[in-house]
């Protein structure tokens, strides 16, 4: 180890600002730096593993052999801050401030209501900013590329994409491309001609500031001489734990690898910062020659291109593009097939920081590189103090042999990827979960070359990746297969032994077996069909083409920047011109967002003495706690205390959620303790010290069939009945039975649980501050625990980065844990969940199972329907028997079926508890109900839509609870969304298509929508606002609600504008607390903005009376005077308003009731292309047409229904829970649980907010939080509409299930053809799987 004398001053610039660290941290990452040390806390922690883009900043580099700056984006929470010596970074404080100026692209932004919570709004200015510097006039497809490794959880990104191009000249037309017109105004789509205007303007861009370049803060002059310094020389940097040393000569290198050669070579980190946060490996030394000009070179030959070792694969792919345009196409096959993965390969951060090399050597299973490297004939160039060697890609070194490893002193400095001849054709094929920014499930390299002018095949080569622990090689088959002809016989042989020679074992770690397994082989006929026409193309007279039908096989489907228009109501004209309600307003919030000043719990300025919390969590689902030893955690470093069920004082057990693990755990990932510590780090180490022994207990019980089988229940049964079921059943025609499965989801709100917890000298006071949709059930659960009665408890929540359901009720039960954490050490803790531990505590929307029996005639009437749902809870209550009364509720979604019975259960297994969820089991539910309508339809030979519309609700009519409703609005969405899509001609054009396309489908459907809006039980309807007007004329605006990101400050604002007549400047608002309003429900169930904005009316109007008899005597006299002369007279400035809320009551006795205030409707149509061969799917088109009565705020509501949509679409299709059998969620991050991303929208979306009536809810508007979230099943029944295509080309039976989510495991093999009917099929008595289904 070098000595702690030879430290060195490592030197960086952040923001302009030059940073000087005498003990720079080799461990410490850039994010810690930035949000630890210099708190600047706009950059965000997500997921810290590179997988969501919300810590993006830009690093700017000097080079000074080509003189210029170099901007790159990088994901913060993967940069070493060690690695930073030389280079400039720019975070989005730097980037403009409401204090200063804020940037275009802030700017831009927020008024394009691209901002929803915020949360990752500053990732997705740094990416955007990053594109600008590099190209101030980017195109659209940059835009959209640039945006590829941010998720957003909020916004479904359209606005996003909307705000970037707003940036490029070639966005001419619609709103989507920038101009604020609507493209097709003129046409048929325009509702002009209705009673009222639409209009399709949510922004001015006449707003917007220019962007102008030379503005851009120029690259700090020190920096440069910094770089062009000729006497560079090694520098050390010496943490407390670890050294990172820098050696600046190939020389130095080399003798440093051989001093410490267990020692990694630290380039991009990306592979090294997972291994240390998952592996939990440790390295002493950090060798890091990142800036190495002998790593970093582009060579050629005639035979090909040498690239440097340390070149980003963004510089790879720069290189790679610019040898395609010089070198004749023929040449360049393994360029291009590389490029295409290198566009998809993670996110555009990742492909920045990771280098060639580290990625070569490194050797992940799932390489996308290195299976074409290796089938294109690469070389690695590898030099140590011995030496210089090649290696071969090709061989056992990509396997992972052990005799064929670099030896540790060993460097590889570039790779040499050689250029095709002319007989030999190169491709790379791949799929992943989703498009882009996804480990692939399958990938393959495959390389062919034929006896010159022939088909005989002179050399074959195959590699296929995450099918084993390394990338794998097909040798055998390839070798037997030397000297056939490219044939159908030489395809069956082939597939038949690449099967043979790469088994993939029953129970393989990732699951997916069968899928993987038909995966290699469908590939493989890609590959086949490819050459097939490549050899057409070398000698169309010799080689046949490949039929006509298969040509779409071909290609993946391309990534394309999507667009649309979105129609709302335009405003009165009469309208006063200072009331802003029906008006687009920017959400609140949105300038903060999008320059990082909104502050988050996690932002709060450290408190003195302030503690972190870690937790220990249960690794079993059912056990006795047999021994808890917290005494080698108790010696670790930095600890303060250890936290158990001991040490809570009042109730551990509140309402049946257990705070503390005492005895027994319910559940993996049950909390048992936490370590206090003075630094986060310092908490996890000792944490991980906690001993913990377990004796299991029967029963174990992990899915609904588990549980129905134990008769293991949460709740008793739901039921409504209406007509006679069973003696309908004896007079239909035909009668089909099914099951459905509908697995969980993960909220994945961009910001995790946060909690500060800060203890007051006084009275046992605490302080709270969380992100929460409920503070007074957070006050509930810390009063209980801490025996401290609810007033001395305050809750504050200033905004959550998204909530979805899943901070209702969590974040009581983690500000309990960490309540007790404060009240025992007596100083402040901070307790902020990592994203796999949110993933493991919190849980998520409840798996269903529904079984129906249906009844109907052979015209497609449904005369009888008796379906049953159960609902996997987990280990304790929550809300699971609330969801499941909504489920029975809402479960017959818009159709009336005469003779109707529903049951529903809530199932008690050992997973952790499922909680609320945007549409809370409507979303399950009602896809039950879409699937016997689909199997309905196919029984009677129908469309769907023809099925839907013969039982769709029609007139006023009772719902099967007795509720009287009108369902007007919904025949109106249904109709306009089938016209304006143009449904039947589409259909038709989708089934030309099919017919002409053998592996590529498309699938069309509509799905209506009726969504009830609020809860069954009257009280929970309740608000209350306090709105105070201080002597300046200023108001201060407080109501019971919280703002999540919906918008909800945002309306009330608007609220108050026009209820006190003043400008929405005057209006402030701060925070929600129990302070100011207490007892507060909960924000949730589409209920925000009706119930609070009753109450924020009420305290308005309550003013306004006391204000009316100054005003009459001055009636030309200003706000501020009235104020003043109110104040003058002794008039209370300050009023609560109520509103005490819908009158709703459910008679379960009876199954009757008036349950809910009204209700939205809505219909979507949307279409797909599904690839067969590999189960990928391409959403073409949505059309969202959505009842929104009178829209307060059409840019708010329509987010709310955009961001639904996409959460929806991505729950009902490729997101995807796995749970050991021993029921351990193994998706805990953004690694293996996939959201959508930008590249998952629709290409062409529309919404429409269609106009209509309700007189209950203020303004008569309807909430529109959640029901756009059941519209995104249209893509699961258009998936399953083009699977239906292929089945039926295919000669199968057009009824299969439908499950969810459709994955592309499930389309792929839904898709049965020669393939899967070719793999070979495992009995599951015989292993255990890695992961199973819980539903
Ligand atoms: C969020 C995320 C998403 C990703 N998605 C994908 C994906 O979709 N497809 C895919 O294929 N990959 C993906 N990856 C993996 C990524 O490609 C690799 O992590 C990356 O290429 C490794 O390069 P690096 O420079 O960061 O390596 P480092 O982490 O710096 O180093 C990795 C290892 O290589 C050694 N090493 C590095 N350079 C040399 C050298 N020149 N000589 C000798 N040894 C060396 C080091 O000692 C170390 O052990 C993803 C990674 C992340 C974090
Ligand atoms: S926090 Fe860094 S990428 Fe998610
Ligand atoms: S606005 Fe993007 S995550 Fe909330």
């Given at each position: 180890m070098p000595s702690a004398a030879d430290s060195d001053t490592l030197i960086f610039f952040v923001n302009g600002r030059k940073v000087t660290e005498e003990n720079a941290d080799p461990e410490m990452t850039l994010l810690s730096y930035l949000r630890?040390?210099?708190?600047?806390?706009?950059?965000?922690?997500?997921?810290?593993?590179?997988?969501?883009?919300?810590?993006t900043v830009m690093v700017s580099r000097y080079d000074p052999k080509k003189k210029k700056v170099h901007h790159s984006p990088a994901t913060a929470c993967l940069v070493p801050i060690c690695s930073l010596h030389g280079a400039a970074i720019t975070t989005v404080e730097g980037v403009g401030s409401i204090k200063k100026r804020i940037h275009p692209v802030q700017e831009r932004l927020a008024k394009c209501h691209g901002t929803q919570c915020g949360f990752c709004s500053p990732g997705m200015v740094m990416s955007i900013y990053t594109l600008l510097r590099n190209h101030p006039e980017p195109t659209p497809d940059q835009i959209t590329e640039a945006l590829g490794g941010n998720l957003c959880r909020c916004t479904g990104y359209r606005p996003i994409v909307e705000s970037g191009k707003t940036f490029s000249s070639e966005a001419t037309v619609c709103q989507m491309k920038g101009s604020g017109k609507c493209c097709l105004d003129s046409d048929d789509r325009s509702l002009v001609s209705r009673e009222e205007k639409m209009c399709t303007k949510l922004y001015n861009e006449d707003e917007f500031q220019p962007l102008d370049p030379s503005q851009e803060p120029i690259f700090p002059p020190e920096l440069i001489r910094m770089a062009e310094d000729p006497n560079k020389r090694r520098l050390t940097f010496r943490g407390p734990r670890a050294t990172w040393i820098m050696p600046v000569t190939l020389k130095g290198l080399l003798e440093l690898k051989a001093s410490y050669p267990k020692a990694p070579l630290v380039m991009g980190y990306t592979a090294v910062g997972l291994r240390i946060k998952f592996n939990d490996e440790f390295y002493p030394v950090f060798i890091s020659p990142l800036g190495l000009p002998e790593l970093h070179f582009v060579s050629t030959s005639d035979n090909g291109a040498t690239i440097g070792a340390g070149y980003s694969l963004a510089q790879l792919s720069d290189a790679l593009d610019f040898l395609v345009s010089e070198q004749p196409e023929e040449k360049t096959k393994t360029y291009r097939a590389l490029l295409k993965h290198l566009r998809t390969l993670a996110g555009p951060q990742i492909r920045n920081m990771a280098t060639l090399g580290g990625h070569v050597v490194s050797r992940p299973n799932f390489s996308d590189l290195n299976p074409i490297l290796a089938a294109g004939d690469a070389t690695i160039n590898v030099i140590s103090k011995e030496g210089e060697r090649q290696i071969p890609l090709n061989g056992p070194f990509l396997e992972g042999a052990p005799e064929a490893d670099l030896k540790p002193e060993e460097v590889v400095v570039s790779v040499s990827i050689p250029y095709c001849t002319k007989w030999h054709f190169v491709s790379g094929l791949r799929l992943a979960q989703r498009q882009e920014n996804a480990f692939a499930i399958v990938n393959a390299g495959m390389s062919v070359k034929f006896e010159e002018g022939t088909d005989t095949i002179k050399d074959l080569q195959m590699f296929f990746g995450s099918v084993a622990p390394t990338v794998v090689s097909a040798s055998r088959t390839c070798k037997q297969l030397v000297g056939r002809q490219w044939d159908d016989q030489m395809l069956s042989d082939a597939c038949q032994w690449v099967l043979e020679e790469i088994r993939i074992p029953p129970a393989a770690e990732g699951g997916m077996v069968e899928y993987r397994r038909t995966l290699i082989i469908s590939l493989l006929f890609k590959f086949y069909l490819k050459v097939r026409r490549w050899l057409n193309r070398m000698d169309p007279q010799k080689f046949p083409d490949i039929p006509e039908k298969f040509?779409?096989?071909?290609?993946?489907f391309p990534i394309e920047t999507p667009q649309g228009i979105q129609m709302f109501q335009c405003v009165d004209p009469n309208q006063p011109k200072q009331d802003p309600v029906g008006h687009p307003v920017m959400h609140q919030s949105a300038i903060k967002h999008a320059t990082g000043e909104a502050i988050f719990v996690d932002d709060l300025p450290p408190i003195d003495q302030e503690l972190f919390l870690a937790v220990v969590t249960s690794t079993r689902a059912h056990a006795k706690i047999t021994s808890l030893d917290v005494s080698e955690a108790l010696a670790?470093?930095?600890?303060?205390d250890v936290i158990t069920a001991e040490d809570v004082p009042g109730d551990n057990n509140h309402s049946g959620e257990v705070l503390y693990a005492h005895d027994e755990v319910i559940c993996v990932g049950q909390i048992v303790c936490t370590v206090a510590a003075d630094t986060y780090a310092h908490a996890k180490e000792a944490a991980k010290r906690v001993k913990l022994a377990y004796n299991d207990i029967d029963p174990e019980i992990i899915t609904i069939e588990e549980a129905l089988e134990h008769d293991s229940f949460l709740s008793s049964e739901k039921k409504i009945e209406q007509g006679n079921v069973d003696s309908a059943f004896k007079q239909v025609d035909q009668i089909i039975e099914g099951e459905i499965h509908v697995e969980g989801q993960e909220h994945f709100y961009m910001e995790t649980q946060s909690i500060v917890a800060i203890p007051q000298t006084e009275d046992k006071e605490m302080v709270l501050h969380v992100g929460t949709q409920f503070p007074t059930h957070v006050q509930e659960f810390v009063s209980a625990a801490l025996k401290?009665?609810?007033?001395?408890i305050a809750c504050h929540m200033k905004r959550a980065g998204g909530a979805f359901g899943g901070k209702v009720t969590k974040p009581a039960l983690l500000g309990a844990v960490c309540a007790v954490a404060a009240n025992k050490t007596g100083r402040p803790v901070r307790f902020v969940l990592e994203r796999g531990d949110d993933m493991l505590i919190t849980a998520g929307r409840h798996p269903l199972l529904g079984k129906y029996k249906i009844g109907f005639m052979n015209n497609g009437e449904i005369k009888a329907a008796d379906v049953e749902y159960y609902i996997n809870g987990g280990c304790t209550p929550d809300e699971s028997e609330l969801v499941i009364e909504f489920i029975v509720l809402k479960s017959e979604n818009a159709y009336n079926i005469p003779n109707f019975r529903c049951r529903g259960r809530a199932c008690k297994t050992n997973l952790p508890s499922n909680t609320a969820f945007r549409g809370f089991g409507f979303p399950q539910a009602t896809v039950v109900v879409e699937a016997y309508i689909t199997a309905v339809a196919a029984k009677c030979n129908l469309l769907p839509e023809e099925v839907k519309e013969i039982n769709m609700y029609k007139r006023t009519s009772k719902t099967a609870y007795k509720q009287t409703f009108n369902p007007e609005p919904l025949r109106r969405c249904w109709k306009e969304c089938l016209e304006k899509a143009s449904f039947y001609a589409r259909k038709q054009a989708a089934e030309e298509f099919n017919k002409k396309n053998y592996w590529k489908k498309r699938g069309l459907v509509v799905t209506p929508m009726k969504y009830s809006i609020g809860i069954p039980i009257a009280f929970y309807h309740q608000a209350a606002a306090l709105v105070n007007i201080y002597l300046d004329g200023s108001v201060l605006l407080t109501h019971g609600g919280c703002e999540l990101g919906q918008g909800l400050h945002t309306k009330m604002i608007q609220v108050a504008s026009r209820e006190l007549n003043i400008p929405q400047s005057y209006v402030h608002l701060s925070e929600t607390s129990t302070v100011t309003v207490p007892n507060a429900v909960f924000t949730a169930g589409s209920m925000g903005t009706d119930v609070n904005g009753k109450a924020v009316q009420n305290a308005c109007q309550i003013l306004l009376d006391r204000l009316r008899p100054i005003i009459r005597k001055n009636p030309k006299g200003k706000w501020e005077e009235w104020v003043a002369k109110a104040f003058e007279e002794s008039i209370s400035l300050s009023a609560t308003g109520y509103f005490k809320g819908y009158q709703t009551n459910m008679d379960w006795k009876k199954g009757e009731g008036d349950a809910y205030p009204y209700y939205v409707y809505g219909a979507a149509c949307s279409e797909v292309e599904v690839d067969c061969l590999t189960g990928a799917h391409k959403l073409l088109r949505t059309d969202i047409f959505m009842d929104a009565a009178f829209s307060i705020n059409p840019a708010l509501d329509i987010g709310q229904i955009e961001g639904a949509f996409i959460q929806g679409m991505g729950f009902y299709t490729i997101e995807e829970l796995k749970y050991s059998p021993g029921g351990m969620l193994r998706s805990r991050g953004p690694e293996d649980y996939k959201i959508p991303t930008v590249t998952e929208i629709p290409l062409e979306f529309y919404v429409t907010l269609v106009r209509s009536r309700n007189p209950i809810a203020i303004y008569s508007s309807k909430g529109l939080g959640e029901a756009g979230m059941f519209m995104g099943s249209s893509v699961l029944f258009a998936i399953y509409d083009a699977v239906t295509a292929a089945r039926r080309e295919r000669g199968l039976s057009d009824i299969f299930p439908l499950n969810s989510p459709a994955t592309p495991e499930v389309i792929r093999m839904a898709c049965t053809d020669q393939f899967t009917d070719m793999i070979p099929r495992d009995d599951p008595s015989t292993f255990t799987p890695w992961s199973i289904h819980v539903s």
């Open positions: 630890k040390v210099i708190r600047m806390t706009g950059t965000k922690y997500g997921c810290g593993s590179g997988g969501c883009g919300a810590c040509v779409s096989a071909l290609d993946d670790c470093p930095g600890v303060v401290v009665p609810r007033s001395r």
